[in-house]
């Protein structure tokens, strides 16, 4: 089995920057996934690392440390419409569907 | 591209009735796949299909869930009987492919089921 780990809630402030820590147990690991869901709406796709080190896609970046067990997602210059559940999903042991943690809820105030 | 449509988006009935939710993947695309979400055991695979042949349902809950998948363009998920603890929000996704290094799984507006 897979055991995800993820803060249940942080907070920043607009123009900060935030990480979100993702910890995970598992065997045969085969890819990480970085989703951000809106309140009320779906999970939309933001990374995917599978090698380690920082993959950056515009204000986002999403590091990997596969001996560690461990990954970020960092948000730079927050914006009050990033507040949203930010969740990590890991590939493991030959499955090629991932595993979902439980999310992380950011609350960017102003 | 219309994305992945799910319908009803919301849904309340009463214990002991029959809910069948509904799922149009995104064209082309071979997986879909049908989560359930709640806030006490977060996002969570019920099951997939592959050209519509089931092939993990490993994650539903007990019998009275059933999932079918007539053809490429839809897909039902029913529950019969319903039961309060079903309460959650459906979702369904569909990917074109998986192991493929970025296998992005594209997740529909959900179905919001609540059982009174």
């Known amino acids: 089995g897979q055991n995800i780990d993820q803060p249940t809630e942080m907070t920043a402030t607009e123009g900060a920057i935030v990480q979100i820590n993702c910890t995970y147990q598992t065997s045969g690991f085969n890819g990480l996934f970085w989703y951000q869901q809106h309140a009320g709406e779906a999970p939309t796709f933001l990374s995917y690392n599978v090698l380690d080190g920082l993959e950056e896609k515009g204000r986002f970046s999403s590091f990997l440390s596969r001996s560690k067990g461990y990954s970020y997602l960092l948000l730079k210059e927050l914006q009050m419409k990033d507040s949203a559940s930010y969740l990590c999903?890991?590939?493991?042991?030959?499955?090629?569907?991932?595993?979902f943690g439980r999310g992380t809820s950011l609350i960017v105030h102003p | 591209d219309a994305g992945v449509i799910q319908s009803p988006r919301h849904e309340v009935t009463e214990m002991g009735q029959e809910v069948t939710l509904r799922c149009k993947p995104i064209?082309?695309?071979?997986?879909l796949f049908w989560y359930r979400q709640t806030m006490m055991r977060g996002l969570e695979l019920l099951i997939y299909?592959?050209?519509?042949?089931?092939?993990?349902d490993s994650g539903m809950p007990e019998d009275r869930f059933s999932a079918k998948m007539p053809n490429a363009s839809f897909s039902t998920l029913k529950i019969q009987p319903s039961e309060p603890r079903d309460s959650a929000v459906y979702f369904c996704a569909s990917s074109d492919s998986l192991g493929a290094r970025t296998d992005t799984q594209y997740f529909g507006p959900g179905t919001r089921l609540t059982v009174l």
């Open positions: 064209s082309g695309h071979d997986y």
């Open positions: 999903a890991v590939k493991s042991g030959g499955s090629y569907i991932p595993t």
């Open positions: 299909f592959n050209n519509n042949v089931p092939i993990d």
